[in-house]
């Protein structure tokens, strides 16, 4: 049994090589497609050179993640929504469905004061993509604890059309990432899987390797009637080796197909959670 749902390889799981080792690695592993990262490789930036890729690998981009790290604030513009609206031309043109977005910082004040209604402007703009807004995490310094988004780290808490949940951000907050999902319902458009702890740190293990019911959610997504797309987003860069990253990503790629396919078929005969009736 396999299932229908495509796994992509996020371009930031092979850092520190380039996006072009992106596609490599994907074509090699047998990956679906690729998440962009857009950041300061311009590879990431241009869609000539992304198109290239894709030609020669025969891997397609199929998510686009907006510069919204605290490293990428300068790419392309400091503009909050200038970046949001290239990484829109940018998925439109490469044929991505997805675009992935942070909340605003707390004290990107302007932009938070009107993001939900820019977000709602862009995705007017822009009828064939979703931008799926990412659920944070607060950071704990020195025994404190802060929240640097606005309005918080949890986006159902505004509520958006649609959203990414982050296992790892999820074990980073504490939260658990099947309630989330049950309140991100219908809008659960993207899934990034890593793994973590629970130490209250962003880690993005390889699924399997922390606490995460990463095997539940993805058992679980048929049963919600998902639609979209899970990106293997995991931390490599301490590897020793290219081999160390390949295998890293290969049991990445292997644990989602397994559990895919598993709740494809425990849930072929089940409605989508969405259209269950109330308890």
């Not at 790419?75 to 909340?103: K, N, Q, Y």
């Not at 649609?162 to 809008?187: E, I, K, N, Q």
Request: with cysteine; net charge negative.
């Amino acid at each position: 049994m396999t299932s229908a749902v495509p796994v992509l390889l996020s371009s930031s799981s092979v850092f520190p090589e380039p996006t072009a080792a992106a596609f490599e690695l994907a074509a090699a592993l047998g990956y679906d497609g690729i998440e962009v990262m857009v950041w300061t490789d311009a590879v990431s930036q241009d869609a000539g050179a992304l198109k290239g890729l894709t030609a020669h690998y025969g891997v397609p981009v199929l998510a686009v993640h907006a510069p919204c790290l605290l490293v990428t604030q300068r790419v392309w513009s400091p503009d909050p929504w200038e970046r949001l609206r290239r990484s829109a031309v940018l998925a439109e043109t490469l044929g991505a469905p997805t675009v992935v977005v942070h909340p605003p910082f707390s004290w990107q004040r302007d932009y938070a004061r009107t993001f939900t209604d820019g977000l709602r402007a862009l995705q007017r703009a822009h009828p064939d993509l979703r931008f799926a807004v990412e659920n944070m995490f607060p950071v704990r310094m020195a025994g404190r604890e802060f929240v640097p988004y606005q309005p918080g780290w949890d986006p159902t808490t505004v509520g958006f059309d649609a959203y990414t949940l982050d296992l790892s951000h999820c074990a980073a907050s504490r939260a658990d990432a099947l309630t989330l999902a049950d309140t991100m319902a219908g809008g659960l458009e993207h899934v990034h899987l890593g793994d973590g702890s629970g130490l209250g740190r962003d880690e993005h293990l390889v699924p399997g390797r922390g606490n995460q019911p990463c095997a539940e959610l993805l058992d679980s997504l048929a049963r919600r009637g998902f639609r979209g797309a899970v990106a293997v987003e995991v931390n490599t860069r301490g590897a020793r080796s290219r081999l160390v990253r390949e295998a890293d990503l290969r049991e990445a790629l292997e644990f989602a197909r397994r559990h895919l396919a598993t709740g494809a078929g425990e849930g072929s005969d089940r409605p989508a959670i969405a259209d269950r009736p109330a308890t």
